[in-house]
């Protein structure tokens, strides 16, 4: 995965709860391979109308913020399923960041997974990030994922919180699988020593 | 490259609990091989479920030339891409075929059990595993799938995760977590007449919200809990996603271990006492600590039905659907209208009484024989006025439900009788609610277009949805029943 370190580029404000994975990707397109790429799925269905033609008041199909690689949107972004898939859709669509005020569990690990940065910040935040992209599309927000800060031009910097481990696998871009394998001595250990207290939890028919 | 950050052996490996534990905390403590210092613990995993979803992760396992490191662990189940009628065809779509392909090959390749299309035990993953006895108190247990939560249940850990952690755990076999916060849902006193654990756990969505669980797992305790069904407690721990939990428990109790004993894969002779022991000891200590807790009054719960795109926009069935123009802030008055706008609905409409265009009965929240009973009791006798699929949660279900006549009231009734699968609720398999059709169901997400594009969802209990189908409304089944 791609490591996030700083990122300055504009943001697409989007006024909207609850955008669940559902909207994010529809789940008839999750048996779709990887490799044909998920970016046109992002939003499939909520980004056109009922005769399938782009909806031009949907803030992604507006060509003010086309590109533009920062979604901040309202609470409980990407709650629901645990379709990865809706992550790779976000980031196939260039989408490096989202901000939000709160994140679904399961999306908001996927996204770390994925070097996508999901950003806790209070909607009173959120309210001023959405003025500052409403006012001009063009206006960059800057990422600091190190010092932990967001910071719109010509404003003071906000921080936000983020686990350490989270911030070290997003800026390494880490496989953790081979973060675990690391530990395979301590793995065996517990397994051994778990069988040996409880056998009777492997099941056998 | 991996950050490098200490690790230390868990707390409970090293010596004995002092202070009072919850459910949680014991299973967390005893599955967790290591704790860093910034929090995280790579835990040990029990149980992992497969299904044609996993293919993402079992494609990233390929790629990297790892193994499933401990097949005997790991179980696949066919249920999300399925065909409902015309089994013996298979599927219509090539696409939806190779899904279900796809998982028969990983599992084949790595020596997982498969429970495939034609398996006599097939079904909905989350009804399989507890059927089969493979989900346990005390066990952490982890599939690909939100839904997971439902074997909280039988107080285990038991929550959904993505294809990245899926691959992790086939590879592994353990699971990096930050621990969560606890929240205990007390609800004291007795359920009424025709109120069910559907509409117990759409009560608490509605109150707390669709994140008001975020970061929490939640642990159902109270008079009203305790008096539920292993299927009732599993519907309720089921919708703890919709309420944005890590995962939802229920203490294991005598309900719990009688309707495991003798199930194909519990323990057996002198393991099952010894499981038994350990398991007596798994409920949380009298004087344990929530981070936060939450009393209900099991009395006050009425038969209560979604009226929006989210299971928190759910009210008493006497209730009427919301006015935006009442909330303050700006931000929440313009989402209730999008709802509003989306599902069709004016303001002040008594939601008792919006017509439907079709009724689904099925799905991991509420397709068991319990919930299959309910709503042919107030079938039985009567006729659908709407189209009415009911799918049973799995093969098992359907042979069961079909000893005891209720495939027979539900086709006297007019039903579509169907093979078990995710269905209508997942809408992957191409059972779909057509574009604008209102659908009462007794599923877990009324999210915009998750039954279909532009399909609109009233969540509701198995009983509800029934008395939808014989009025075409949404009904008080209070009112039908008496």
């Known amino acids: 995965m791609t490591p996030f370190d700083t990122l300055t580029a504009p943001a697409v404000p989007l006024r909207l709860a609850n955008v669940d994975t559902d909207q994010l990707l529809p789940g008839r397109f999750l048996r779709k391979p990887r490799s044909d790429g998920y970016d046109n799925y992002l939003f499939h269905d909520v980004r056109r109308g009922p005769d399938g033609t782009p909806r031009p008041d949907f803030p992604l199909n507006d060509p003010r913020w086309a590109g533009a690689p920062i979604l901040v949107a309202d609470r409980n972004f990407g709650g629901g399923s645990s379709r990865e898939g809706a992550v790779y859709a976000l980031v196939d669509a260039g989408i490096r960041a989202v901000i939000a005020p709160s994140f679904g569990d399961i999306f908001y690990s996927n996204a770390i997974k994925n070097g996508l940065l999901p950003i806790r910040l209070p909607i009173a935040e959120v309210e001023r990030l959405w003025a500052i992209a409403e006012a001009d599309s063009t206006a960059p927000l800057t990422i600091d994922l190190t010092a932990r800060t967001v910071r719109p031009a010509n404003a003071e910097p906000v921080g936000f919180e983020i686990d350490a481990f989270h911030r070290a696998c997003l800026l390494a871009g880490t496989d953790d699988i081979d973060l675990t394998l690391a530990h395979a001595d301590a793995l065996a250990g517990f397994e051994r020593a778990d069988h040996a207290a409880r056998s009777w939890r492997v099941p056998s028919a | ?482």
């Open chain 2, 1 to 482: 490259m991996a950050p490098a950050l200490a690790c230390r052996p868990a707390p409970a490996t090293l010596r004995p609990m002092a202070a009072p534990t919850t459910l949680f905390e014991k299973i967390w403590r005893q599955h967790c091989v290591v704790e860093r210092d910034d929090g995280q613990a790579l835990l040990w995993i029990d149980r992992h479920l497969c299904h044609e979803g996993s293919f993402h992760a079992f494609d990233k396992l390929a790629h990297s030339g790892r193994k499933v490191r401990r097949p005997d662990l790991t179980f696949a189940v066919a249920d999300h891409y399925v065909p409902t009628r015309d089994r013996a065809a298979g599927p219509r779509d090539p696409e939806i075929a190779t899904m279900i392909r796809l998982l028969g090959q990983n599992a084949a390749a790595n020596g997982v059990r498969l429970f495939g299309l034609d398996d006599p035990d097939q079904g909905i993953v989350h009804v399989v595993a507890p059927e089969l006895g493979l989900t346990q108190p005390g066990i952490t247990l982890v599939c690909g799938d939100s839904h997971t939560s439902t074997h909280g249940a039988f107080g285990a850990l038991a929550f959904g995760i993505g294809a990245s952690e899926v691959a992790h755990v086939l590879a592994t076999q353990a699971l990096w977590q930050k621990r969560p916060r606890t929240l205990r849902v007390s609800v004291d006193g007795r359920l009424g007449a025709h109120v069910t654990a559907k509409d117990l756990i759409l009560a608490v969505i509605a109150r707390i919200g669709a994140d008001g669980a975020a970061g929490h797992v939640v642990e159902y305790a109270g008079e009203a809990v305790r008096a539920l069904s292993m299927e009732a407690r599993m519907t309720v721990c089921n919708m703890t996603i919709e309420a944005g939990g890590r995962a939802g428990m229920i203490a294991p109790d005598d309900t719990t271990f009688d309707w495991l004993h003798g199930r194909r894969y519990a323990p057996k002779g002198a393991d099952w006492d010894a499981a038994l022991v350990d398991w007596r000891g798994l409920a949380s200590d009298p004087e344990a600590m929530f981070d936060r807790e939450i009393v209900l009054d099991a009395a006050a719960i009425a038969p209560t039905v979604t009226w929006g795109t989210s299971p928190e926009h759910a009210l008493p069935v006497t209730a009427t659907v919301p006015d935006p123009a009442a909330e303050p802030d700006a931000g929440r008055r313009a989402t209730l209208a999008a709802a509003l706008a989306y599902m069709d609905l004016a303001p002040g409409t008594p939601l008792d009484g919006i017509a439907v265009d079709r009724v689904f009965i099925g799905s991991c929240t509420n397709a068991r024989l319990d919930d299959l009973r309910a709503a042919a009791a107030v079938l039985k006798d009567r006729r659908a006025a709407v189209p009415l699929m009911v799918v049973p949660g799995s093969s098992a279900v359907k042979r069961a439900a079909e000893a005891e006549g209720l495939d027979r009231v539900f086709v006297a009734a007019g039903a579509e009788w169907l093979d078990s699968g995710c269905s209508m609720c997942a809408a992957t398999n191409g059972d779909m609610v057509a574009p604008g059709q209102r659908c009462a169901s007794t599923t877990n997400r009324n999210f915009r277009g998750r039954q279909g594009p532009g399909a609109r969802t009233h969540l509701m209990s198995p009983a509800m949805a029934a008395a939808a189908a014989v009025t075409g409304r949404i009904t008080d089944v209070r009112r039908l029943a008496s």
